[in-house]
């Protein structure tokens, strides 16, 4: 069945090779190859498979894509039953349990609201459950605290102990000269960041409406019902239509700061928009009550996994090859996007990587010569959900024996080679690898970047906390990373292939050398860093470390830290590399406290973060270094 699926996609091929530069070696092969990997991301990342979310119908169109190419090459299923499935299951969130909502206003002289889940409501899981009874309401514009621009919704009004009504997004979304971002959205217009605003000024709960270039039209007032970024009971959250409020400020308007009153939500945006001057106030004699709650989702999902048996006396050691197939779906969880719920079609994130699994799956399926090792190539499943595949084979179902396993080497984000610079972390994990690489990359056009740390937050990182020798083979983030843009057109499919082609090269030396790679923690050490929960983004800290992802319940998130934030300090030095912050949290035993100073906004903070034991993270977390 998921053959007629491809066929659409064969129109498109003739402008494949259009894409990138073209290669140095234009032989056939050569030519044959860059179609075939540049099929199997355009498929992958096609927007008929909307985003690969786990638990939707187009992470199992993947799979089946996946266990068919293995099939055509010859590969054995890697599970006993012959399937190629390894199944676990994912929690992919919470859902509102309906008979539990009441949302209900009182205003003056007994005036009441009462509004329908669903209809002219929305309580959000961000919020968690909920109970709200009698709260008085205080408008805080877009919710907004951005000292650099010199704008604070927060300044003037009393927001301890009510609820805040908020805006989405940020003001001058059409004006390109604006101070935010424009069009493009900027760190303010995040749900997070707004949330953490509003908990620091001391409110008790959310009440969101969308705003007006999102909704121009009653039609276009949609209601949300995401978990945004996975946090949970941050503040009660709920959404309401615009009409609800503009009902509310025709019975009690807002002062306008240049005298009257402001009756419409509508008047006020457009008064915030032309003097970028806040319109914070409280919304008189008006209280909410509301409750809700929610209870969690989960979703069966498979890691894809081959099988290319070794000969002779080395054949019951394993090498794995893999990557993840799955991304962000609609962008619930962990889009970079602002809020946008588009599909997150994940081109280089990771279809590029699974390409490569499944191209050095038919290379060396081709080969007249067993390999001396046998190699496992797994397709991976909920890396975006926290490295959860990974986690369930390692820590849960290993297929094959982690002790006789002898190195990992995943593709995670290979589309965008530049100057033909590769990043390889874990370099100095394989007491062999580095010999490998630099023999593999003779006679290339590749440039070694070799991080000798593995730490960064991918597939390979459960197997190095079982002791296992890992490469992380990746190009480099980009702007488009995890976001609507990360597109096939964006990539440099001839870069992807010249990366497989080394990569070819380097892990048939590795699985037919006589002397298996022996395992070398990042600093030498035989213990595993305590954890944090947080991950960086390691590519520019000229202006401090950008945080990428704060996990789940970790104590990155307990202590207050969000995406987006800037890092300036970590214990009071400035931390540039992977290895320095692994060293911090090596040195750091659990339960140890760290300071952290940060920068969200204008406005730099400094927090305590209190480090945890390293089994919490061997749920596979994503994490810089834990």
Known sequence: MAQLKYVKFLVLLAAVLTVAPAQAHDDTDAKAALKRISYDTQFLASDELKGRGVGTEGIETAAKYIIEEYKKVGLKSGVENGSYRQPFEVNIGRQLIKDSVKVAFTGPQGTKLELESAKNCQPLAVGGDSALDGKELVFVGYGIKAD???????????????????????????????????????????????????????????????????????????????????????????????????????????????????????????????????????????????????????????????????????????????????????????????GRREIHNGADDNATGTAAVLELARRYAKYEKKPKRTVVFICFSAEERGLLGAAHYCNKEPLFDLTKTVAMINYDMIGWLREGKLTIFGSASGSTFESAMDEAAKGTKIVLNKVASPNAGSDHMPF?????????????????YHTPEDDFNTLNMSGALEVIDFSEKMIWDLVNRDAKPEFVSADGSATRPSYAGVRFDFTDTTAGLAVLAVSPDSPALKAGLMEGDIVLEIVGKKISDRSEFVKILRDNKPGSKIAIKFRRGGEEKTIELELAKPLERAAGAPGSGG
């Open 148 to 338: 650099t621009h010199n704008f604070d919704e927060f300044k003037n009004v009393d927001v301890k102990g009510k609820v805040v009504v908020l805006i989405r997004i940020e003001p001058q979304q059409q004006n390109e000269a604006s101070v935010f971002a424009g069009k493009e959205h900027s760190e303010f217009a995040r749900i997070g960041n707004k949330i953490k605003t509003t908990t620091d000024a001391g409110a008790v709960g959310i009440i969101l409406v969308n705003d007006a270039v999102t909704a121009p039209s009653s039609e276009q007032d949609q209601l949300l019902a995401f978990d945004e970024l996975g946090r949970t009971g941050t503040l009660p959250f709920v959404q309401i239509k615009r009409a609800t409020l503009n009902e509310i400020l025709a019975i009690s308007p807002i002062a306008n700061p240049n005298g009257g009153n402001f009756d419409s939500l509508a008047k006020i945006e457009e008064y915030i928009d032309a003097n970028l001057e806040p319109v914070s106030a409280p919304i008189e004699d008006w209280t909410i009550h509301f409750d809700c709650k929610f209870e969690s989702v989960s979703a069966k999902t498979d890691n894809i996994v081959g099988l290319l048996e070794g000969e002779g006396p080395l054949a019951n050691e394993y090498v794995v090859i893999g990557g993840h197939y799955d991304h962000l779906g609609m962008g619930e969880v962990g889009s970079r996007a602002g």
């Open 464 to 480: 190095y906390g079982k002791g296992i020798p890992v490469m992380f083979v990746h190009t480099g983030l980009t702007d488009t």
